[in-house]
């Protein structure tokens, strides 16, 4: 299965700032996925990010909070806008292979808003 | 409103007795459930799956059992090992024959298994 890395690992920040997260792939994949894990909660999907296109969003989230960039098939960033604690959370990236594989994740990015 | 729950937040097993870890869902339109195993710092490992056309598939030491009249499906690992002390996620998809893009997920059930 495909390789997945996330930068940062993990991070502490200052209320009202900004943090971008990357996913990077080892191979092209046709479907990229960032979801969240809130302290003590499921994962929840924020959004599917579409190589060339804008963000497909769930409900709940939206583009100014978490715009998502794709540039290629085995690149995305996931930017974490205007902080607040409530932010604190595990960000992680997850793709989806070819031939309906299930979904691989990375090791997620641990973040921490003062 | 959950609709993937995971009951028990914690198991605890002996090792090489059988690890029980269930799932209940609300949604009918679920035709793809999954488990996931995940240790600390580390993001979720796909487990096992299964659809909803199947009742049952095994893989290893690891079954998943669905019952698609209760909506509720279970993962049994036999036998336990130290190893597979972990968190477990449960995840069920309503679109298997398309993008499986949105998994639902449970908030987990941590494993562990003692010597």
């Known amino acids: 299965s495909a390789v997945i890395s996330q930068k940062p690992s993990r991070d502490i920040c200052q209320r009202g700032t900004s943090l971008t997260i990357q996913c990077q792939v080892d191979?092209?994949?046709?479907?990229m996925f960032w979801y969240r894990q809130q302290p003590g909660q499921s994962l929840t999907l924020i959004a599917t990010a579409n190589q060339g296109s804008e963000a497909t969003y769930e409900s709940g989230f939206v583009i100014d909070k978490f715009p998502i960039s794709r540039p290629n098939l085995t690149f995305s960033t996931l930017t974490v806008s205007n902080m607040s604690p409530e932010d604190s959370s595990i960000y992680l990236c997850?793709?989806?292979?070819?031939?309906?594989?299930?979904?691989?994740f990375g090791d997620g990015t641990r973040l921490s808003i003062l | 409103d959950q609709q993937v729950k995971q009951n028990s937040p914690s198991l605890s097993v002996q090792e090489g007795r059988i690890s029980i870890l269930n799932c209940d869902y609300t949604n009918s339109m679920f035709d793809y459930f999954l488990w996931y195993k995940k240790y600390p710092a580390e993001g979720p490992t796909f487990l096992i799956s299964?659809?909803?056309?199947?009742d049952k598939n095994e893989d290893g030491r690891f079954t998943v059992f669905l019952n698609k009249s209760a909506k509720h499906l279970s993962l049994h690992i036999v036998p336990s090992q130290p190893g597979d002390s972990a968190v477990y996620f449960c995840?069920?998809?309503?679109?298997?024959?398309?993008?499986?893009?949105?998994?639902?997920f449970g908030k987990g059930t941590k494993l562990s298994v003692k010597p």
């Open positions: 299964i659809s909803s056309i199947k």
């Open positions: 191979s092209q994949v046709t479907m």
């Open positions: 995840a069920a998809s309503s679109n298997y024959g398309g993008s499986q893009g949105n998994l639902i």
């Open positions: 997850s793709v989806l292979g070819e031939g309906n594989q299930p979904q691989h």
